[in-house]
T-cell receptor
Framework: DAMVIQNPRYQVTQFGKPVTLSCSQTLNHNVMYWYQQKSSQAPKLLFHYYDKDFNNEADTPDNFQSRRPNTSFCFLDIRSPGLGDAAMYLC????????????????FGPGTRLTVT | GNSVTQMEGPVTLSEEAFLTINCTYTATGYPSLFWYVQYPGEGLQLLLKATKADDKGSNKGFEATYRKETTSFHLEKGSVQVSDSAVYFCALRTNDMRFGAGTRLTVKP
């Protein structure tokens, strides 16, 4: 089945120790997103890639970076995790961006729960 | 800007009760509307969608109708089950995706 895969499902890191979360997709979608979600609140968009074009949200801290080496994979790098970065990180994909008449749904992975000790 | 206002929870119902979760939106352009469901410890799953006015999305007994005149997309189910216990997010999309705050539903046997 075509899907969005996130590894690992649970990640524990130490305060200030860099960590990388990974996402892969078999849907061949153009757009990949990273969201941060705390305590079943609404997901907060961090950034997205449209193909290789990186789009950062204005309020995403510099501590968060992303890489998309190819269509299938996208990584979230947290350079110096703080206690406030503990959250569920959700990767999502969509076929394309909004065209003015069509807004494609986003498909989410199962998430990676990050704990910072 | 675009926004979604969703009924606050938590909502607790008995099995086989009728469910309504209200959702209204503010948007420019022609948004598509979605309901996502999130089970404990999981990511968001698309439950249903509607892409234009008067469209009705439906899935697994859930329904929602895109009402442009009232800017609403209320989620309904005629008879809930314990397995429907989850958090439900209303969302709209134009250039970006906007989520409501989420409504936690608990269904008791």
């Amino acid at each position: 089945d075509a899907m969005v895969i996130q590894n690992p499902r649970y990640q524990v890191t130490q305060f200030g120790k860099p960590v990388t979360l990974s996402c892969s997709q078999t849907l061949n979608h153009n757009v990949m997103y990273w969201y941060q979600q705390k305590s079943s609140q609404a997901p907060k968009l961090l950034f997205h890639y449209y193909d290789k074009d990186f789009n950062n949200e204005a309020d995403t801290p510099d501590n968060f970076q992303s890489r998309r080496p190819n269509t299938s994979f996208c990584f979230l790098d947290i350079r110096s995790p703080g206690l406030g970065d503990a959250a569920m990180y959700l990767c999502a994909t969509s076929r394309d961006r909004y065209t003015g008449t069509a807004a494609y749904e986003q498909y989410f992975g199962p998430g990676t729960r990050l704990t910072v000790t | 800007g675009n926004s979604v206002t969703q009924m606050e929870g938590p909502v607790t119902l008995s099995e086989e009760a009728f469910l309504t979760i209200n959702c209204t939106y503010t948007a420019t352009g022609y948004p598509s509307l979605f309901w996502y469901v999130q089970y404990p410890g999981e990511g968001l799953q698309l439950l249903l969608k509607a892409t234009k006015a008067d469209d009705k999305g439906s899935n697994k007994g859930f329904e929602a109708t895109y009402r442009k005149e009232t800017t609403s997309f209320h989620l309904e189910k005629g008879s809930v089950q314990v397995s429907d216990s989850a958090v439900y997010f209303c969302a709209l999309r134009t250039n970006d995706m906007r989520f409501g705050a989420g409504t936690r539903l608990t269904v008791k046997p």
